[in-house]
Nanobody, 114 residues
């Protein structure tokens, strides 16, 4: 049974920081990613990481967000710095197994507001 458990969302002021975590279990994962969905908008990719490839970032978060992976813990992190109000969204963790099955976490709300 594949499970993705996210944590770390919350409220931050503009210019502030938050760190999201996602722990995956139940399979071996070839790639993991963060997506976000703002109210009334489509879900969009934020960052992704896979073995042997450089981490990819959306242009809107480059230089501000950093995705990292602790393979021993099957956990990925998203360090979000210099947050902007437009970063407000529900953030979802995604994991892809070696069999190319895709799974989603439950989502965690990030709100950037003064």
């Amino acid at each position: 049974q594949v499970q993705l458990v996210e944590s770390g969302g919350g409220l931050a002021q503009p210019g502030g920081s938050l760190r999201l975590s996602c722990t995956a279990s139940g399979s071996i994962f070839s790639a993991m990613a963060w997506y976000r969905q703002a109210a009334g908008k489509q879900r969009e990719p934020v960052a992704s990481i896979s073995s042997g490839r450089p981490t990819n970032y959306a242009d809107s978060v480059k230089g501000r967000f950093t995705m990292s992976r602790d393979s021993a813990k099957n956990t990925v992190y998203l360090q979000m710095n210099s947050l902007k109000p437009e970063d407000t969204a529900v953030y979802y963790c995604n994991a892809v197994t070696l069999e190319a099955s895709s799974y989603w976490g439950q989502g965690t709300q990030v709100t950037v507001s003064s």
